[in-house]
């Protein structure tokens, strides 16, 4: 079983740009999380996706937004990005929330720096 | 609301030493408790986890962690690590009921093994 791939794993971007960042989770899983990961906040969570609906959201303003389609894949966007938005963003699938015990299977990441 | 607090940011420990890395949660309900664990440049990885049952759990490369309620806690340990377990460990901690759910994560812990 393929795990949860990640695109692109690399990208500069300037401040004032936008970003998207892609994710495919696991076959059958229907929820996606996106995590933001920096030295000094830890994890953060930032939303969570299920049956392309949000379902819960973490505290970010709101220029991170995201999506997901019907194949369960998900986008996250940053707009109008800052110096401080650089960081590795995690994503995280699992199986239906309900049933689920918790478990995450994360992605590798995608690591931006803003210049 | 839930919250993970991992009491060291970092260990230092030299090859074939025991270690033990801190995990205290506070919650209002019942929860399952997780350890994963992040190579540099990946994602994360659970490493193991408490559903229910034993209170000792136990992962495939020697890692184990006790459930105690009373104290609230859910450290790992090792009895002698290698070089390759260099890397960030993170508790996690989710209510064991309930439709959604979100995990909360620790701040993460650096192990760092010296030859």
């Known amino acids: 079983k393929a795990g949860v791939t990640q695109t692109p794993r690399y990208l500069i971007k300037t401040r004032g740009q936008q970003v998207t960042l892609s994710c495919s989770p696991i076959?059958?899983?229907?929820?996606v999380s996106w995590y933001q990961q920096t030295p000094g906040q830890g994890l953060q969570f930032l939303f969570e996706?299920?049956?392309?609906?949000?379902?819960n959201k973490g505290n970010f303003p709101g220029r991170f937004s995201g999506r997901q389609f019907s194949n369960s894949r998900s986008e996250m966007n940053v707009s109008t990005l800052e110096l401080g938005d650089s960081a590795l963003y995690l994503c995280?699938?699992?199986?239906?929330?309900?049933?689920?015990?918790?478990?995450?299977?994360f992605g590798e990441g995608s690591r931006l720096t803003v210049l | 609301a839930q919250s993970v607090t991992q009491l060291d940011s970092q260990v230092p420990v030299f090859e074939e030493a025991p270690v033990e890395l801190r995990c205290n949660y506070s919650?209002?309900?019942?929860?399952?408790l997780f350890w994963y664990v992040q190579y540099p440049n990946q994602g994360l990885q659970l490493l193991l986890k408490?559903?229910?049952?034993?209170?000792l759990v136990e992962s495939i490369n020697g890692f184990e962690a006790e459930f105690n309620k009373s104290q609230t806690s859910f450290h790992l340990r090792k009895p002698s690590v290698h070089i390759s377990d260099t890397a960030e460990y993170f508790c996690?901690?989710?209510?064991?009921?309930?439709?959604?759910?979100?995990?909360?994560f620790g701040r993460g812990t650096s192990l760092i093994v010296h030859p």
């Open positions: 919650s209002s309900v019942s929860v399952y």
């Open positions: 996706y299920f049956s392309e609906t949000q379902r």
């Open positions: 996690a901690v989710t209510k064991a009921s309930g439709g959604s759910y979100i995990p909360t």
């Open positions: 076959s059958g899983h229907r929820s």
């Open positions: 995280a699938s699992s199986l239906d929330g309900a049933r689920s015990t918790g478990e995450l299977f």
């Open positions: 408490y559903l229910s049952g034993s209170t």
